[in-house]
Structures are given as structure tokens and as C-alpha cells.
């Protein structure tokens, strides 16, 4: 079993929608939480990053962690076509360790 | 603002044959990852360097390895290559080894092995 699961999707959604994207893992130790877009044939772009628990707000993205239920979460609201990429979470156990990917979601807003 | 840049973009070898790829950090950076993402799979994590030191190692086969110049660009060399190795190579950049969270990634080598 991955340290990290995510759901691969796709994802579907009519533009102008609430999206959820989610993340579970197994090692309790993590303690940074990054989510990145990747568009196809591109390098994973950083949206977010989180430390320990909590809410993170940058724009239309919202970025949760539950380190109890070893779940985080990435809302992105009033979605648009663009937005339509793979989603990946990655998470590491310090600042200094490697970050552990999941397989990533792929998202796709229907205008 | 710049970039991770990385050369070539896209690279054909035969089996056995050596690559060499390359990785320019975002200016001020001195940390890079070298990450393989096979066809619909996640970035594997190969290796890191800080201050031309390797900071850390991950599932790189011994017919891999990779440096970091003086300048901070590094360069990953790849022998006896396989069929297998076929797969995005990126090369990611972070100001620190303490700020791995915050790591900006390049547009990656396509290596395809025939």
C-alpha cells in the first residue's frame, strides 16, 4: 500500500462549480502538505503549501488538512476550464526530507 | 519571473546507449531534485543536491548518477540505458534544504529509449 492514496479520477464538473480534491496517508509523521497542478506534458506547478493542521486560503483555492483523520483536501471554487489539469498532493515529514507524491487526479471543467 | 530550465527537452537513445541531462535552478537557488514520472504514474523522487553536496537519495539505479556544479546546475548522467528508463525527467529547484515543501519544478526531458 502507497504512503499516499488518491483517487485518479477523472473528475468531471460543470465550469462555475465546487471542486474537492482529496488526499489519506499512512505515515502520521508527515507534517508538510503541498498540493500541484499539472497540466499535460508540463512540470508540476506549486499551488499550495501547508504546515501541520489546519486552513490555507490563497484565491479560489482552499487547501485543508485533518492530520486525526490523515486526510487533506484541496477546494477550488467558481471552476473554470483552465483549471482542467492533474491535481497531485505530496507530502514530506520535515522541511528537509524528500516529498512523497500520489498518483494525482485529473480534473476536467466543462464549460 | 525565471524558471527551472532544462535541456534538451526531449531526448532519443538507443538501449545501451549513455544521456546526459541538464538543469538550471531558479537564480538563487542552490537546492535541486531530480524526480522520473513514468506514463499516468507520480514523480519518483532520484536524488537531491545542496551546495554541490547530495543532501539526499532515492530510488536511483546505480546506472544513474548526478552532480551540482559551482553555479548550482546539475547534471544527471545515465548509462546502459533501458527500455524502462523511458519517462519524464524533471529537475526541481528550492531556495535551502530546509524549504522542500516549496519546490518549483522545471518542464522536464522527455527520454524515450529505443
Known amino acids: 500500500q502507497k504512503e499516499v492514496e488518491q483517487d485518479p479520477g477523472p473528475l468531471s464538473v460543470p465550469e462555475g462549480a465546487i471542486v474537492s480534491l482529496n488526499c489519506t496517508y499512512s505515515n502520521s509523521a508527515f507534517q508538510y502538505f503541498m498540493w500541484y497542478r499539472q497540466y499535460s506534458r508540463k512540470g508540476p506547478e506549486l499551488l499550495m503549501y501547508?504546515?501541520?493542521?489546519g486552513n490555507k486560503e490563497d484565491g479560489r483555492f482552499t487547501a485543508q488538512v485533518d492530520k486525526s483523520s490523515k486526510y487533506i483536501s484541496l477546494f477550488i471554487r467558481d471552476s473554470q476550464p483552465s483549471d482542467s489539469a492533474t491535481y497531485l498532493c505530496?507530502?514530506?515529514?520535515?522541511?528537509?526530507?524528500?516529498?512523497?507524491f500520489g498518483s494525482g487526479t485529473r480534473l476536467s471543467i466543462r464549460p | 519571473a525565471a524558471g527551472v530550465i532544462q535541456s534538451p527537452r526531449h531526448l532519443i537513445k538507443e538501449k545501451r546507449e549513455t544521456a546526459t541531462l541538464k538543469c538550471y535552478p531558479i537564480p538563487r537557488h542552490d537546492t535541486v531534485y531530480w524526480y522520473q514520472q513514468g506514463p499516468g504514474q507520480d514523480p519518483q523522487f532520484l536524488i537531491s543536491?545542496?551546495?554541490?553536496?547530495?543532501?539526499d537519495k532515492g530510488s536511483i539505479p546505480d546506472r544513474f548518477s548526478a552532480q551540482q556544479f559551482s553555479d548550482y546546475h546539475s547534471e544527471l548522467n545515465m548509462s546502459s540505458l533501458e527500455l524502462g528508463d523511458s519517462a519524464l525527467y524533471f529537475c526541481?529547484?528550492?531556495?535551502?534544504?530546509?524549504?522542500?515543501?516549496?519546490?518549483?519544478f522545471g518542464p522536464g526531458t522527455r527520454l524515450t529509449v529505443t
Open positions: 543536491f545542496y551546495e554541490k553536496m547530495q543532501s
Open positions: 505530496a507530502m514530506s515529514v520535515s522541511s528537509a526530507s524528500k516529498i512523497i
Open positions: 501547508t504546515y501541520s493542521s
Open positions: 526541481a529547484s528550492s531556495l535551502g534544504s530546509i524549504s522542500t515543501y516549496e519546490q518549483y
